[in-house]
């Protein structure tokens, strides 16, 4: 099969696009950068093909005909800059023109595509101290909960659509290499590790090659639609996650970081991303059968650390 990806230059992206190569897909990855095609080189299993959404369908769009998967990794990363005016802008449009542009993509294709994954993420929930969330629970009403909706809704494709349409609801994913999980590691790897603020909110987190494995069984589950949670059935408090992470790396995890520091150097974007409690089960997948091989968080860590 033949699956776009748009945002597959990103670290998700690459995983995921190396493991449908690995299973005799062909990928074609969206990117923003200009590629110049190297005539000397045997052809690859992977295309990058130059776009520019807008919200509408563009040059890219020929080349992507036929398609049997499209998925939608495309968006600014959230914690890399403080939520000014101007970044909570571009964090929208980031996100809402490049899903624009590939559901106008779809419901023109010839023949229509198998399959819709769209990326969407757990700040859909908020702040939701002493609740299990599962894909039915309510959405909030902070900037990163109307913004995750507002995705979706821009996802959707007209009613009767052939399509599946599936989003998926990501938590913190854990890669050495990349995200929340590398951030913490110098601090730790210096004997500095420890708590955000009381610790005691839930991080609801997602080893990487889960994350891959999960998109896979996504694309060859037919009946699987709508929001998907995209995390580990076992959330831990932050402080949990702290001590785990240093027992792995053998350092103490001691140096808790008050609520208030993160606040001042962090601004609005320190609630949603470290301070916020979110205790989110992946209930469509484990219902589904989809098993985890790193359903709990040492053996995760372990794995990707030693």
């Known amino acids: 099969m033949r699956a776009v990806i748009a945002g597959g230059s990103g670290f998700l992206g690459q ?3 190396a493991a449908l190569v690995s299973c005799g897909h062909h990928v074609q990855i969206l990117t923003r950068h200009t590629v110049t095609p190297d005539t000397n080189s045997p052809p690859s299993p992977v295309q990058h093909i130059t776009w520019n959404p807008d919200g509408q369908i563009g040059d890219w769009t020929p080349a992507c005909q036929g398609a049997d998967i499209v998925i939608n990794l495309a ?30 993509f779809i419901e023109q294709a ?40 507002e995705w979706e809704q821009h996802a959707r494709l007209s009613l009767g659509h052939p399509t599946r349409l599936v989003a998926l609801r990501t938590g913190i994913v854990l890669d ?20 955000f603020g009381s610790g005691r909110q839930y991080m609801s987190w997602i080893h990487r090659d889960d994350w891959v494995s999960l998109v896979q069984w996504v694309i060859d589950a037919p009946d699987v639609n709508g929001p998907v949670n ?19 790396l053998h350092r103490p995890a001691i140096m808790p970081v008050p609520a ?12 949603p991303l470290l301070l916020h409690s979110q205790r989110v089960l992946p209930a469509r997948a484990t219902a589904g059968g989809f098993r985890f091989a790193f359903d709990t968080i040492e053996p995760a860590l372990e794995n990707l650390l030693r």
């Open 230 to 248: 995209a995390t580990a059935p076992h959330p831990v408090t932050n402080a949990e996650f702290a001590r785990t992470l240093g027992r792995v």
């Open 260 to 271: 208030f520091v993160l606040k001042m150097m962090l601004g609005e974007m320190a609630g």
């Open 110 to 149: 010839t023949p229509a595509p198998t399959v819709f994954i769209s990326a969407s993420a757990i700040g859909y929930y908020g702040d939701r101290p002493g609740e299990y969330l599962t894909e039915s629970s309510s959405g909030a009403k902070d900037f990163l909960a109307e913004l995750t909706y």
């Open 75 to 104: 968006g600014a990363s959230i914690g890399t800059h403080r939520w000014s005016l101007p970044r909570k802008a571009e964090l929208i449009a980031s996100r809402i023109r490049p899903t624009r542009s590939l559901v106008r």
């Open 176 to 195: 050495p290499r990349e995200g929340a999980l590398a951030k913490m590691l110098p601090p730790f790897r210096l004997f500095t590790g420890g708590p």
């Open 15 to 17: 995983s995921l696009s």
